[in-house]
């Protein structure tokens, strides 16, 4: 049977009770690792003929907590952004997030950013990382992906930045 999606939420619990933090975070990414590396909850979450997709899987409303499973079309991708005060943890069950890591070289209360390349990987299946608040970001689906993701409360009803191509400057090569 392996490890279930009732005992990873009980686990994150847990954990996040003793506070937010890296040191949290981490943990229930390294749990969350476990999660999707069981198949049976692969099966039970995911299937072929699903079209992408967002679907809450379990939310903790005592810390605010959401598990998440995503359907990511192929060819998705997106523009450097934050959870703003919030936070979340990725991980995928099939398929590659291509994730970049930003830098704001600028001063924040400019009236534009200035982002260059901090970190760019793969997170492929079975691996997770947590991002904390403020973490400036992008994802990139080459192929249809399965993603399990883990915020600090509904990240569509938080202030988020999102980064403008059009407006910031943006460095593609750090």
């Not at 403020?134 to 915020?151: L, Y």
């Amino acid at each position: 049977m392996g490890y279930t999606l009732d005992s990873f939420c009980q686990d994150a619990h847990d954990i996040l009770s003793k506070g937010v933090n890296d040191d949290t975070r981490n943990a229930v990414a390294a749990k969350l690792k476990e999660l999707v590396s069981n198949q049976d909850f692969i099966a039970a979450t995911f299937n072929d003929d699903m079209p992408p997709s967002k679907r809450v899987l379990w939310h903790d409303k005592d810390l605010d907590v959401y598990v998440l499973a995503h359907v990511q079309k192929e060819g998705k991708g997106g523009n450097p952004h934050s959870h703003g005060d919030s936070w979340a943890i990725y991980s995928n069950c099939k398929g590659v997030t291509q994730m970049t890591e930003w830098r704001r070289t600028n001063p924040d209360d400019a009236d534009h950013a200035e982002l260059e390349i901090k970190e760019k990987y793969d997170l492929g299946p079975g691996q997770s990382r947590a991002y904390g608040p403020g973490a400036i970001h992008s994802t990139a689906h080459p192929a249809k992906a399965w993603v399990v993701r883990i915020t600090g409360g509904d990240l569509d009803t938080v202030p988020r930045f999102r980064f403008d191509p059009r407006k910031d400057k943006i460095l593609a090569d750090a």
